[in-house]
């Protein structure tokens, strides 16, 4: 990278979580009811699949949490520390300082609310084959609250920012924070961006979900995602993908200057770019083979995080999109959400 970048110019709020990660029978996803490539969010039900995982699975903690992932993929293509600043609230425990020193290594710089009497979040990731399964329990993540984007400190870091990026799992926690930074977003009229980040942020969070999308310049999503952004919205249940983006990009806009984008991915099958006024566009993906991949999860974050890397440097969407495609297709080979050497994006 030539020029040097202002540091904080990007921020956002997601659930910082540890990952533990390990490849599973089938029979272990419907034991708990679990769909290949879901996510949800952990209930009573599902409390004892973390200690499986570690005492009968060969389990790997790993730094998630589907924002700070993007912005350690994004810090590690800037190749320039702290231009990313994430809000999360974790526990006061040894996976918080797993976190924490994940996050410094990436060059995040990480403002984390402290729970003093709720562990770290978790997420068990379930690997079968090539598909991935999440079941996040929040914990302390869930204890985010709003004054912590009161603090002095993160008040001005929020204000000085110049993109905002905020994933639809963090609905789950604390909608009136997103509101917060959306609202400073727009009156600096500053790209606002979101995820829809599972299909059951669509199904149980609609509500928050549309109070925020009039303040959405750029939403990202995979095709399940969208699809259940869809149904719930009561659009014909065989809508095309591309249809789906173009309603999304049509619906209301506090900031009609700036039409809605939206990035829709579709596993191996090409990226589509839908924006308002212009034909849809495709940006094909390198298909890896079987061999070369070691586990999907994390690669919806990493494209986002190649995106943002681009993005904060003002390049056009192409090269942004490109970019995202080359840190999935890298984080695929990788386990988790990690990278491995120097990135080679050009
Ligand atoms: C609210 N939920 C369910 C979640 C998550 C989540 N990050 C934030 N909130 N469920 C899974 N993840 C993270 O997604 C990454 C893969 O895309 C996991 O921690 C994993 O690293």
């Not at 589907?66 to 526990?91: D, E, H, K, T, Y």
């Not at 509101?179 to 599972?198: C, D, E, G, I, W």
């Not at 596993?267 to 586990?295: K, S």
Request: negative net charge; contains cysteine; charged residues 20%.
């Amino acid at each position: 990278m030539t020029t040097k970048l202002q540091e904080g110019i990007l921020v956002g709020c997601g659930n910082p979580l540890l990952d533990i990660s390990a490849p599973v029978p089938m029979e272990f996803l419907q034991r708990y009811g679990m769909k290949e490539d879901d996510a949800i969010l952990a209930e009573d039900r599902h409390m004892p699949i973390y200690h499986e995982l570690v005492d009968g699975y060969q389990a790997e903690y790993l730094a998630g949490g589907s924002v700070q992932n993007s912005f350690r993929i994004a810090q590690w293509i800037l190749g320039q520390p702290n231009v990313a600043v994430f809000f999360g609230c974790v526990g006061k425990d040894r996976y918080a300082d797993i976190l924490r020193q994940k996050a410094r290594e990436a060059g995040v710089n990480a403002h984390y609310q402290i729970s003093e009497e709720t562990p770290t979040g978790t997420c068990a990731v379930l690997i079968t084959g090539t598909h991935r399964s999440l079941c996040a329990n929040l914990a302390a993540a869930n204890r985010f609250t709003i004054d912590h984007l009161e603090q002095p400190v993160n008040k001005s870091l929020i204000e000085n920012a110049l993109y905002y990026y905020i994933s639809g799992f963090f609905l789950t926690v604390n909608p009136p924070s997103i509101m917060r930074v959306a609202a400073t977003a727009h009156a600096k009229q500053r790209p606002f961006l979101m995820n829809l980040s599972a299909p059951f942020i669509s199904q149980l969070f609609m509500q928050p979900l549309l109070d925020v999308m009039p303040y959405v310049d750029i939403i990202f999503g995979n095709e399940a995602e969208a699809k259940a952004f869809a149904t719930a919205q009561g659009w014909a249940a065989d809508e095309d993908l591309r249809e789906i983006g173009r309603r999304l990009v049509a619906l209301d806009k506090l900031n009609s200057a700036r039409p809605r984008i939206a990035i829709l991915t579709q596993g191996c099958d090409p990226v589509l770019l839908i924006q308002h006024d212009a034909p849809v566009q495709e940006f094909p993906v390198t298909r890896l083979a079987v061999h070369e991949i070691v586990d999907t999860n994390g690669a919806g974050d990493a494209f986002v995080g190649g995106f943002l890397s681009q993005f904060v440097q003002g390049k056009s969407l192409d090269v942004c999109i490109r970019c995202g495609n080359y840190a999935a297709g890298h984080i695929i080979k990788n386990p988790g959400c990690t990278y491995s050497g120097d990135p080679h994006f050009v």
